[in-house]
């Protein structure tokens, strides 16, 4: 049973992200932390992750803003090597409650509609993308923040979503080392659960873009938003590390 929800979630995951431009993570890394620690979970949903993201940045290339990516991408890298690193030394228990409170506040903020409010601008934008690379090493979870900090240049709804997934793949440059060479043997153990959520998610992806548009997107929003929230209340109040 646990190994078909976690094919099912990755599909969703997967076309869920294919529009929206953020999901794999906030998804997949609680679902592993119900079956392994909440730092091996983060670690092997990065691999999901990043092979989705490949797979969406190449179909939107041509729509990325190259200004935002390499200013406000390099601050995202930098933060998410520095929560990969902190990910490396801090206690699982920790962590579990980092994750599971921002995917409730995250979902909440889907649900009452408040993140369509989130306009940063200035230096303030520039320091939440250093934040959100920061919360993305450390919980793996980076992706409404990020698009939150995005919404203060105004992009275009196709270069928007573009240019989140370019600066998401700088982000999983910067972590995987780090999860690689601390996490590796754990992340192995489970090789066959990262293997179906990993083609999971590049089926979802391919799919998402055909299926996910009829969904009136405010409709849409809210059953994503519910669901982030149950997973985050699960992760809270999960026993161990």
């Known amino acids: 049973m646990y190994e078909s929800g976690v094919f099912l979630v990755a599909l969703a995951a997967g076309a869920i992200s294919a529009i ?75 962590l579990r409650i980092v994750l599971g409170a921002l995917l409730v506040f995250a979902g909440l903020a889907q649900v009452t509609g408040q993140s369509q409010r989130w306009e940063f601008h200035g230096s303030v934008a520039w320091v939440a993308g250093g934040l959100s690379g920061f919360f993305g090493g450390l919980v793996g979870n980076q992706g409404g923040i990020r698009s939150a900090a995005l919404l203060g240049f105004h992009l275009p709804k196709e270069r928007f979503v573009a240019t989140a997934v370019a600066i998401a793949l700088f982000v999983d440059a910067a972590r995987m080392p780090v999860y690689v060479a601390v996490e590796r043997d754990s992340v192995a153990a489970i090789w066959p659960l990262v293997l179906l959520a990993t083609v999971g998610v590049v089926v979802g992806t391919a799919a998402g873009h055909r299926l996910l548009p009829h969904m009136p997107e405010k409709r849409f929003k809210q059953v994503v938003g519910v669901l982030i929230v149950i997973l985050g209340i699960v992760v809270l109040f999960r026993r161990g590390a």
């Open 20 to 94: 929206s431009g953020f999901g794999i993570g906030s998804l997949l890394t609680p679902l592993f932390a119900l079956q392994v620690g909440t730092k091996t979970a983060v670690a092997a949903a990065s691999i999901p992750h990043l092979i989705g993201n490949g797979i969406r940045f190449w179909g939107l290339r041509h729509s990325v803003d190259h200004r935002v990516v390499w200013r406000f991408g390099l601050m995202s890298a930098a933060g998410g090597l520095g929560g990969a690193l902190l990910n490396a030394s801090a206690p699982g228990p920790a």
